[in-house]
Structure formats: structure tokens, C-alpha cells
């Protein structure tokens, strides 16, 4: 599986970094990014980064 963040659609409420910093991290510009090295996630953090992608209210998180 693989993540990443639509920086377009994020809004910066920095719920996936609360649920998820391992893999997620809020960058310069206020809005999440997908830690460098984490876009592909390991099977044993899948369900963590997908309780990262329920939690973000504008579905800004996308996950292959």
C-alpha cells in the first residue's frame, strides 16, 4: 500500500500527524505531508494509516 497527501485538499488540521506520526508530519506551508521514506507503508502500520485517512476531514490522504 502505498500513501500520499493531496496537498490541494489538505487543510492543515494536523489529524493524520495526531494519529499517525510515524508517517505522517505537518510541513512548513501548515498542511500534512507524508513523512520522506513512509510512502510505502509497511503491512504492519496499515491499519494505523488507515485510521489516519478516516480521521481526515477533507480526504485529503489517498492510499493505493
Known amino acids: ?4 497527501v493531496d496537498k490541494n485538499a489538505c487543510i ?3 489529524a493524520c500527524a495526531a ?6 508530519e505537518m ?3 501548515t498542511k500534512a505531508d507524508v513523512k520522506k521514506g513512509k510512502e510505502k507503508v509497511a ?3 496499515e491499519k494505523k494509516v488507515k485510521e489516519a485517512v478516516d480521521g ?3 480526504n485529503a490522504i489517498k492510499v493505493q
Open 1 to 4: 500500500m502505498k500513501v500520499s
Open 27 to 29: 510541513g512548513n506551508d
Open 56 to 58: 481526515c476531514p477533507v
Open 19 to 24: 494519529i499517525c506520526p510515524e508517517y505522517f
Open 43 to 45: 503491512k504492519a502500520d
Open 12 to 14: 492543515g488540521c494536523g
